[in-house]
């Protein structure tokens, strides 16, 4: 039993041997191998955490040596200024203005003409020399959003370099001529009153033709001369009233001499004969005009000689006709039927379709004069703008190459839109006494609307649209001494006329204020950076 016992124990501790020799070492041994991974991770881990929380920024050598944190330097990332005195970020250090909030009357906030205490000027500030609100008033203009709250801010340079580096020009808000203008093309053109297309009233033949096109002629010069039977037989008739009309009036004057001796009858026949000569011979002589042969009240008078058959005929065949032109007649001429055409008012002649020896009719037409003094420039107008033309506005234009310059008044508006293009005619006299203008050409025109020779102007440059505003930089009035800020102002403007390279500012600038022009982005760049905001961009 021994035996088994002692062959137990021994199995036993075999298998206890067996069982320590397959377990693992001990367990510290075990992590003291895994040591070295572990520290990597944790550097790792450390190397994160600091990068997250420094945004990856190595911290300089010297910093790690101190035992303190930092010192921040004395700059203001957002605004570009000394943290120490940027006047945004320590609004204590911002001169104070006082606040009015938007001027309805005006469009602008803060408005400088209602309270020019707030002018950027030494005191005491100049206002406008003229009527800013019917300026306002007279043609749509930019408006401003009452709402916005850009004008509250102001743009800080670091110092009178930076307005170097920025390439940042400046020039002072002054007077000077301004004008409101529409602008309109159109065509200069003859006065159709002083066009005359002439023709003869009735059929004949061209016996003279004394002008050709491009001749000048004047007022009542003879043009032509034309053989119409008509004219011929109108003599007559006027030679016989005229002869009718002496006998009757010789008989009356004879009875009427005879006194109480004449009896009553025949003094009457006779009054009544004497009136029917004259009429007729009123018929006649109308007859006459009516061919533009004026027949004078005093060709015949009585107190002359009276004068024979022959002698009245002879005076009838030339009625008319002036010595030049007898002059220029053929030679022998014996007909009685000459009619002259005569130009009715001085000019030259355009056109010529005539020919001596030519037959022509009352339809003919011969020739063309146009008096080119005073033409008129035919400007078309857009249907939205005419409502601001009005009779007697001046006009200045130039031809479409540049050769002439001109100016005149307008004389008609058009009541009508034409259904083509929309526009409205307007009407404008040209006085072309020098002759240099001459009809068809094409022109550019301006109509001003209002000329005004001291507004307040500055340069383009300046001008700008921030959304739903228009401001300007104004330059603070201390900008200049040393030690002060050197701050810009926003501020709104209502812009009026431009001309070149400079706008009016009907309200937000006055004379004297020194705006910001070239460069000026980089102050609006700066602004809408700023009006983005931050939630802390440097110490207070």
């Given at each position: ?261 004449v009896a009553a009858r025949s003094l009457r026949e006779a009054e009544t004969a004497f009136q029917e000569a004259e009429i007729a011979f009123t018929k006649a002589r109308q007859e ?253």
């Amino acid at each position: 039993m021994a035996l088994a016992q002692s062959s137990s124990v021994s199995s036993a501790q075999v298998r206890d041997a067996a069982t320590t020799a397959r377990r693992p070492p001990w367990r510290p041994l075990r992590l003291l191998g895994m040591l070295p991974n572990l520290i990597v991770f944790g550097l790792l881990a450390a190397l994160f955490y600091y990068g997250h929380h420094h945004e990856w920024k190595l911290p300089r050598f010297s910093t790690l040596l101190n035992h303190g944190p930092p010192p921040k330097p004395d700059w203001c990332e957002e605004h570009l200024v000394p943290s120490s005195q940027c006047v945004i970020c320590r609004p204590q250090l911002r001169p104070k203005l006082p606040t009015f909030g938007f001027c309805r009357k005006h469009g602008v906030a803060e408005c400088v003409l209602c309270h020019p205490e707030l002018a950027q000027v030494e005191p005491p500030p100049k206002l406008p020399a003229y009527d800013v609100l019917a300026a306002l008033a007279l043609l749509p203009r930019p408006t401003n959003n009452s709402r916005s709250t850009l004008h509250q801010d102001v743009v800080q340079l670091a110092s009178l370099e930076t307005v170097e580096k920025l390439g940042l020009e400046v020039d002072v808000a002054h007077e000077r001529p301004m004008e409101d203008v529409l602008q309109a093309h159109g065509r200069l053109l003859f006065d159709p009153t002083r066009v005359a297309h002439l023709s003869s009233p009735v059929s004949g033949t061209l016996l003279l033709v004394r002008k050709k096109p491009g001749d000048m002629v004047a007022a009542g010069e003879t043009l032509l001369v034309l053989d119409a039977a008509a004219v011929g037989q109108a003599k007559g008739r006027l030679l016989d009233a005229m002869v009718q009309r002496r006998l009757w009036q010789t008989n009356l004057q004879r009875l009427q001499a005879a006194g109480a001796a004449v009896a009553a009858r025949s003094l009457r026949e006779a009054e009544t004969a004497f009136q029917e000569a004259e009429i007729a011979f009123t018929k006649a002589r109308q007859e006459l005009l009516n061919l533009a042969l004026h027949v004078p009240a005093d060709m015949f008078p009585a107190d002359q000689p009276e004068p024979s058959p022959e002698q009245l005929a002879e005076r009838l065949r030339w009625l008319g006709i002036d010595p030049d032109c007898r002059a220029e007649l053929p030679t022998g001429l014996q007909s009685t039927n000459l009619l002259p055409l005569r130009a009715p008012f001085a000019g030259v002649v355009l056109s010529a379709d005539a020919m001596a020896g030519e037959v022509v009719s009352a339809a003919s037409g011969l020739l063309t004069v146009a008096d080119p003094r005073v033409l008129w420039l035919e400007l078309h107008v857009r249907q939205e703008q005419a409502g601001y033309v009005r009779p007697g506005q001046p006009v200045r234009f130039e031809t479409d190459d540049g050769s002439e310059h001109a100016r005149g008044e307008v004389a008609w508006v058009s009541p009508a839109v034409d259904v083509r293009t929309r526009t409205v005619e307007v009407r404008v006299v040209v006085d072309n006494a020098a002759g240099r203008l001459r009809a068809n050409m094409y022109a550019h025109g301006e109509i001003v609307l209002r000329h005004e020779s001291r507004a307040v102007v500055v340069p383009r440059a300046a001008l700008h649209a921030a959304g739903d505003i228009q401001l300007v930089f104004v330059r603070g009035r201390d900008f200049l001494r040393e030690g002060t800020p050197k701050l810009f102002y926003p501020r709104q403007v209502r812009p009026g006329a431009e001309r070149g390279e400079y706008v009016e500012i009907l309200a937000g600038v006055l004379p004297g204020e020194v705006v910001a022009t070239v460069g000026s982005n980089a102050l609006l760049g700066q602004l809408l950076r700023g009006n983005l905001g931050a939630d802390e961009c440097c110490p207070q």
